[in-house]
């Protein structure tokens, strides 16, 4: 593997299993899908909102579909893919939550990544200045920042309880170190964790059911002959209390 | 029966190297939706560039509703460049040194293949309104019939805009196994009531002409040039946007001051009634009438049960590129993202992406640099994935 390879990128790369589907959302100019394509010969799909990136990607020999991870998400039909990808964007979402329950809809595993707010040098920057933090993992300005929800660890970790969702495996990344296993809910690891990446999925029994023969290219058509189908979200367990 | 000499195609040209006409004798007559037999079957076309030895470098280009074959090569009546010259040529996303790009006119066009102009074998006049109504499925299906006379298997794309696009989705539903890669741009899987409403009024403006004749003009010597005028102008407000227009055009006028008159005062107004007239030098009013009715009949979803995805159930293999322009209203991106659903639905390798232009549905066939770039990547990458 090339040295140059970003370090989540790179434990992505040991997290995805061979010729598994991949969907990447917000994939850019489709980096990391060409690498999983090459080192891990998986059947990739990229969604992207930039015109440029989407062009990059075509010129790769990728898939990529034109589109905006908060509204087009729910375009991909039920279970069609292994994993879905959402790498340091969640933040960034309008409804973050609605997006973690759609990737397990569509994927069976979601590997996300997260800024963790709760990381010391947040903390001290917010306690020392007084000021929103700008820090190397989130360095713009309150003003210009796009990033609009975003958590500490113990926060995403307490969603993904709500959502009756499985965290299979958490990595914490700090600038360049190699990539160090955590629990995610752990005191310390919220001080200390700039970044982590969780790899996420739901108890089989919570699966949705893949459809084998969605009809979601009749939805749009509305034809009143044909019936609709189903576009419920899987039942949820409801969340256990927290601990 | 015999498969002798009168049953196989054969050339109707004087053997050019860059296209022709292949014929195609009563015996292999073209069965068409509606029932009915298209025979003898005529197909024109032209070609650019050479087959390579391997015939892996094929690419069926499929033209929009008033187009032709002369997709990159200077236009016999009109004597203007090609309709595809922005993409078609060296140096361009489909280069000719690369390529074999093969372009045919669609039957019940006017340009050489079979349509409502050529002689009914019957009666030895002109079709006129005795020839059979067509659809999207019957024009692919004789270009299949002219790739397979070309002795071509496989082709490396077959790529269009607007009613191309339309070709593009059905040659994907109907020959998977014959397709290495589809580009179905700025079109959409079926005809809304608008896009049918537009056509309509298209076609009563030339049935209206008292020289249409009910279709019978040709053999009375007259033409329906006013009919089919009006209707190439107000077909012709549907290929732009509203933003395209007013740049263009604005409330600028042709002369000082009005002319308190019905004159073309309006320079839009000059510019849609040159439209209108050039049209009919080089359009037949009937082809006109019957390629906007395959248009209008054409609904992939229900030859399939009324599910898109069951059209492409079977092209899992096929690499699709699906194209839509921003300022398009007449093939709006929603259905362009329709088109990708069901292909996501289906299980095949799909992109999309949306153009940013206000040029309207015509960008397709405009200098668009985004449109550039994305047809480039995809068909080196296309050409790549085959080993060319």
Redesign the interface.
């Known amino acids: 593997m090339p040295a140059a390879v970003r370090e989540d990128f790179a434990e992505i790369l040991r997290l995805v299993r061979p010729g598994a589907r991949v969907l990447d959302v917000g994939c850019e100019d489709g980096e990391l899908l060409e690498l999983l394509t090459r080192e891990k010969r998986v059947d990739g799909q990229g969604l992207e909102i930039s015109p440029a990136g989407v062009s990059a990607c075509l010129a790769r020999g990728l898939a990529v579909v034109q589109g905006d991870g908060d509204r087009d998400l729910d375009h991909f039909p039920t279970r069609s893919f292994d994993y879905a990808i959402l790498s340091k964007t969640l933040q960034q979402m309008r409804a973050p939550r609605h997006v973690l329950s759609e990737l397990l809809r569509i994927a069976d595993q979601a590997i996300v990544s997260v800024p963790n707010f709760g990381h010391w040098r947040m903390r001290v920057s917010l306690m020392a200045r007084g000021r929103m933090p700008e820090t190397r993992a989130l360095p713009d300005p309150w003003w210009a920042t796009p990033n609009i929800h975003l958590c500490t660890l113990r926060d995403f970790t307490d969603l993904t309880r709500e959502l009756g969702i499985r965290v299979d495996a958490c990595v914490a990344l700090s600038g360049g170190k190699p990539a160090r296993p955590i629990r995610p809910d752990g005191f310390l690891e919220n001080w200390r964790s700039e970044t982590a990446l969780f790899l996420l999925s739901r108890a089989p029994e919570n699966r949705p059911e893949a459809v084998p023969t969605d009809l979601f290219g009749a939805v749009a058509l509305e034809r009143p002959d044909v019936p609709r189908p189903p576009r419920r979200k899987a039942p949820r367990r409801r969340a256990p209390a927290a601990p | 029966m015999d498969a002798g000499a009168e049953a196989s195609p054969e050339r109707a040209d004087g053997g050019e190297t860059d296209g022709g006409t292949w014929r195609f004798p009563a015996a292999k007559p073209l069965r068409l939706d509606s029932g009915a037999t298209l025979a003898p079957l005529e197909v024109a076309y032209k070609t650019y560039g050479r087959l390579n030895a391997t015939k892996t470098n094929a690419i069926l280009v499929c033209h929009a509703l008033t187009g032709d074959q002369h997709a990159a090569s200077v236009h016999p009546v009109t004597g203007k460049p090609g309709w595809w010259d922005k993409v078609i040529g060296p140096g361009l996303p489909l280069d000719p040194a690369r390529y074999f790009i093969i372009c045919s006119n669609v039957i019940g066009g006017c340009m050489g293949s079979t349509g409502p102009a050529s002689p009914n074998p019957n009666t030895r006049q002109p079709y006129g309104l005795a020839f059979p109504v067509i659809t999207i499925g019957d024009m692919v299906r004789a270009q299949a019939m002219l790739i397979e006379a070309l002795g071509i298997e496989t082709l490396l794309a077959v790529v269009g805009g607007s009613m191309g696009g339309m070709q593009v989705l059905q040659w994907a539903a109907d020959y998977p196994e014959k397709l290495f890669s589809a580009v179905c741009i700025g079109a959409a ?2 005809h809304s009531a608008q896009n049918i409403a537009f056509h309509e009024v298209g076609r009563q403006a030339i049935m209206a002409d008292p020289d249409w004749r009910g279709g019978a003009y040709e053999t009375e010597g007259v033409r329906p040039e006013k009919g089919l005028a009006v209707a190439r102008m107000a077909a012709h407000i549907t290929y732009l946007s509203e933003a395209a227009l007013q740049r263009k055009f604005g409330r600028e006028l042709q002369r000082d001051g009005l002319s308190w008159g019905f004159d073309a005062d309006f320079q839009v107004e000059s510019y849609l009634r040159h439209q209108g007239t050039s049209f009919v030098d080089r359009f037949d009013a009937n082809s006109y009438l019957y390629i906007t009715r395959a248009l209008d009949y054409f609904d992939l ?2 030859q399939h ?8 159930r079977k092209a899992r293999g096929v ?1 699709f ?1 699906v194209l839509s322009f921003s300022s398009d209203w007449l093939y709006p991106t ?1 259905e362009s ?2 088109i ?3 292909l ?4 095949c ?8 232009t206000d040029k309207g549905h015509d960008a397709f066939f405009l200098d668009e640099p ?1 449109l550039d ?2 047809l ?3 068909f ?3 050409a ?2 085959r080993g060319l």
């Open positions: 899987p079926r979803a229900a049960g009324g599910v898109l995805a069951e059209a492409f690499r590129c929603a993202r329709d990708v659903r069901a996501n639905a289906a299980g390798r799909a992109s999309f992406a949306e153009i940013e985004q770039r994305t480039r990547g995809f080196a990458a296309t790549q994935a």
